[in-house]
């Protein structure tokens, strides 16, 4: 079946989702671009992440490589100044009164998909690619299906061009997020490219909110503690306790 969509931008911040969504996005797309923004993080460290993972994914996987276009990082310092969170500030990770955790950037991910389908629009991409998720602890408002639906259709409308975007990750766990990994490595053209991948995400991709590269465990660098690498160590623990690799036949 021909798709009917042949560009990608992903949304690519380094993380474990980001990059399995960009491993999504060169397995079923002919060109694609990745975007990040830079908003002040309390940690540079993500953003030199995702440069270690595109080197990596040029480096291992020749298939993919003809497929992978430029790379964009677009400054919006403004958010940190309009947002006081636990990500642009130098506050303690905590769960806020309304049930959201303090690093939520009130209408970030509003603000990054209206600046991605502005980028998408120049540089001629059909989908947007993003790895929110609702099976997430933090249950961010705005990574919800509902909102990326709104936004799909106001997006749309708003340029007078159809984009589509695409969550890969929205109902599945951290979990099912490493087996997906390994799935589109398997079928990238790299031999053993599916424990290359999910080992290239281990080693390279960043999630740990203290910004933690001293400390090395099974599933990654991190403190360990806070809750994005207790998230990671949990869905690396219950990935690996489903035993052996399972080759997908599609
Ligand atoms: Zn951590």
């Known amino acids: 079946m021909a798709p009917m969509h042949t560009t990608a931008l992903v949304l690519f911040s380094g993380g474990q989702d980001s990059t399995t969504c960009l491993a999504h996005a060169l397995s079923h797309y002919e060109r694609v671009e990745t975007v990040a923004f830079d908003y002040g993080q309390r940690h540079q460290v993500e953003l030199g992440a995702r440069l270690n993972v595109l080197r990596e994914i040029r480096a291992q996987f020749p298939q993919w490589v003809l497929k992978l276009g430029e790379d964009h990082l677009l400054d919006l310092a403004v958010l940190g100044k309009v947002s006081e969170t636990s990500l642009t500030r130098d506050t303690a990770f905590k769960m806020e009164a309304s049930g959201l955790p303090n690093t939520f950037v009130p209408g970030r991910n509003l603000l990054f998909l209206t600046l991605a389908a502005a980028l998408a629009y120049r ?107 207790e998230l990671r160590a949990r869905g690396f623990e219950k990935y690996q306790a489903a035993g052996p690799v399972r080759l997908s036949s599609a």
């Open 123 to 229: 540089r001629g991409l059909q989908v947007i690619v993003t790895g929110v998720c609702e099976t997430d602890y933090s249950g961010y408002p705005d990574c919800r299906d509902d909102t990326m639906k709104a936004m799909q259709l106001a997006l749309s409308l708003g340029m007078d061009q159809r984009f589509l975007i695409e969550t890969p990750l929205m109902w599945i766990d951290k979990a099912a997020t490493w087996e997906l990994a390994r799935d589109l490595g398997e079928k990238s053209g790299t031999p053993q490219g599916g424990q290359a991948l999910v080992d290239l995400i281990v080693e390279h991709t960043h999630t740990c909110y203290l910004g933690d590269r001293a400390h090395r465990h099974v599933w990654g660098y991190g403190c360990g503690t806070c809750p994005a690498c």
